[in-house]
């Protein structure tokens, strides 16, 4: 945990990038499907990869509820709710590009997947934000990923009050397996909270990894990630 010793700051600023919420036709998908999403997403939309600050948010399911438990096993399907979205965070200038993706039938790990249609969402200068997956590197310690973290903050000239590292996740990719952790940052003035979200932390952004999503306060991380 890195924590230094409230302003509640929820107005949308100017800016290049923004979310594009997508209602989705699909089943299931298995637990650990960003892969499989990022390369469907990308035979249709390069950009996803290369544009710098782009990427396609984790799909949110329900951690539990009415005495369901979301499973934990990479290979066991979490089972969608009409109510799913897929959220791609894209440069204002691919809007007209991101609409080729609609109506397309694409197959993520066996499982069938289309994006109904699209909206698009400015992001929002809130002053916490809130990233399920953050890349560490093998062997390094919270606190040597603390570091990291803030150095690469310090980078983009964000000077972090609070920062709190919570669950540890696994990606499985072509190249061997990707260690997470999620992380939530406070306190941050408008133009950080914008500067962050826009550019992300590290490599990875197609699978989720580094991408920024407000939140409307502190709270434990465990309830955060839903």
């Given at each position: 945990?890195?924590?230094?010793?409230?302003?509640?700051?929820?107005?949308?600023?100017?800016?290049?990038m923004v979310d594009i919420v997508c209602s989705i036709n699909c089943r299931s998908l298995p637990v650990d499907h960003a892969n499989a999403l990022a390369e469907a997403l990308i035979e249709h939309a390069a950009w996803l990869k290369s544009d710098t600050g782009a990427g396609v948010h984790p799909i949110s399911i329900q951690e539990a509820g009415n005495g369901w438990m979301r499973p934990e096993g990479a290979d066991e399907l979490l089972h969608l709710s009409r109510r799913t979205k897929l959220i791609l965070r894209a440069p204002r200038s691919r809007l007209e590009e991101a609409q080729e993706i609609t109506g397309k039938e694409?197959?993520?790990?066996?499982?069938?997947?289309s994006i109904q249609k699209m909206e698009m969402r400015e992001l929002q200068a809130m002053e916490t934000l809130f990233s399920r997956y953050n890349i560490v590197e093998d062997g390094n310690s919270e606190e040597d990923f603390l570091k990291l973290v803030f150095q690469a903050l310090k980078d983009m000239d964000i000077s972090p009050r609070k920062m709190l590292p919570g669950k540890g996740r696994v990606i499985r990719t072509s190249d061997g397996e990707l260690h997470t952790s999620s992380l939530m940052i406070a306190e941050l003035k408008p133009e950080e909270s914008i500067g962050l979200q826009t550019r992300g932390i590290g490599e990875h952004q197609h699978l989720g990894c580094g991408l920024f999503v407000p939140h409307k306060g502190i709270r434990e991380v465990h309830d955060l990630e839903v």
């Open positions: 945990m890195y924590w230094q010793e409230d302003n509640d700051n929820t107005q949308s600023l100017d800016n290049e694409l197959d993520v790990a066996g499982n069938a997947f």
